[in-house]
């Protein structure tokens, strides 16, 4: 296998690219974005297809071999499928994955599995259509949960993305366990970020540590099981049943020190971590001009600078914390 060249001061070795194509979503989640919606950026500013792909090939070149498509909701952008299949043949891409809120999912499924894409995550936070309504503040549970259930019989890999926050879906947790018992499916609870597009913080306290103690209380047997090395989740399985679950420390930031990702904003932004201030910014670069050779050269750069972790870069940031998940790409 090839070694990436995006190697940061510590020695962590990048080899996952998320990619946003979008920062327009058909969704509200009240931890994203407000109502009103966000200031979305003009479609200018968006990257093209042409300049994500030019871009995408670069950053295989440099040794990325996995590559997530996320938003905003990838799915709302015309023209999102002919550029996932001309991306599918990119050489020296092993792996291209999808997080999506599931709304216009299932209609592509064809297309998808013919590119070799099935792994797709599914913004999921309630299993009570009042409930998702609330969080969303869109009435589309039925059309999510019956697509999620069409993509599992259909042969897809499916995780579920699952926001943990008091007042919301704590009562939701056990019916997802539940939901792994007969479902070859992967739940994650993730806790909440500061990334909603407003200036509240949000966090209500549901860390990790929690949200596991509320799982224990209710199972005796919860099998710990292996994660991959980069994983941000760490797993586990109801003893019988045939999905597994995971917690996402996503706000306490435990999982920094094997983090091998690196992000691409719908509008350029490259970030070499979530928390951070974007190091540059592609789209404005590649429009006045900048070669192959200066592009990696700054991609390269803006690695080896990379923070420690999550705490250092928010240190670092000037920037506010409570940028939207949607223009970060999540
Ligand atoms: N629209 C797609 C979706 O919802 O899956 C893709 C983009 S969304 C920004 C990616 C992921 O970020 C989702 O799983 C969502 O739950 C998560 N997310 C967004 N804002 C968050 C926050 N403030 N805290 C934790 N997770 C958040
Ligand atoms: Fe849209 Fe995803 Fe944000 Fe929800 S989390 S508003 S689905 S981008």
């Not at 479609?43 to 995408?56: A, G, I, N, P, V």
């Not at 670069?58 to 499928?81: A, M, Y």
């Not at 099935?118 to 039925?142: Q, V």
Request: aromatic content about 10%.
């Amino acid at each position: 296998m090839r070694e990436s060249l995006l190697v940061d001061q510590y020695g962590r070795r990048l080899n996952y690219l998320r990619l946003s194509v979008t920062d327009r979503c058909n969704f509200r989640c009240y931890y994203c974005m407000p109502e009103e919606g966000i200031d979305f950026a003009k479609r200018s500013q968006l990257l093209s297809f042409d300049e994500m792909y030019r871009l995408s090939a670069l950053f295989v070149g440099l040794g990325v071999d996995k590559i997530r498509i996320t938003g905003g909701e990838p799915f709302v952008r015309n023209g999102i499928i002919p550029f996932l299949d001309k991306l599918s043949k990119l050489d020296g891409l092993n792996e291209i994955v999808i997080t999506s809120n599931g709304t216009l999912t299932t209609q592509h499924q064809a297309a998808l599995k013919n590119m070799g894409i099935s792994k797709i995550n599914i913004s999921l936070d309630s299993l009570n259509a009042e409930r998702f309504h609330y969080i969303t503040r869109r009435d589309s549970f039925d059309t999510v949960y019956n697509g999620i259930m069409q993509m599992l019989d259909n042969g897809f890999d499916i995780k579920l993305n699952c926001v943990v926050a008091e007042n919301k879906n704590i009562e939701d947790i056990i019916p997802f366990i539940e939901l792994t018992k007969d479902h070859q499916i992967a739940v994650r609870f993730l806790e909440e970020m500061p990334f909603n597009g407003t200036e509240t913080s949000g966090y209500t306290g549901w860390d990790h540590t929690k949200i596991y103690e509320h799982i224990a209380a209710h199972y005796n047997r919860i099998n710990k099981i292996i994660s991959e090395a980069n994983s941000t989740s760490v797993n586990y399985q109801i003893a019988s049943y045939k999905g597994s679950f995971g917690i996402i420390p996503s706000f306490s930031r435990t999982f920094c020190g094997t983090c091998n990702r690196i992000r691409l904003s719908a509008t350029g932004e490259l970030r070499t971590c979530l928390y951070g201030a974007p190091a540059a910014n592609l789209r404005d670069l590649i429009r006045s001009g900048a070669s192959g050779e200066e592009l990696e050269q700054i991609i390269l750069n803006a690695v080896a600078k990379r923070e420690r972790d999550g705490f250092a870069a928010e240190a670092a940031s000037r920037q506010s914390i409570h940028t939207s998940m949607s223009v970060l790409g999540g």
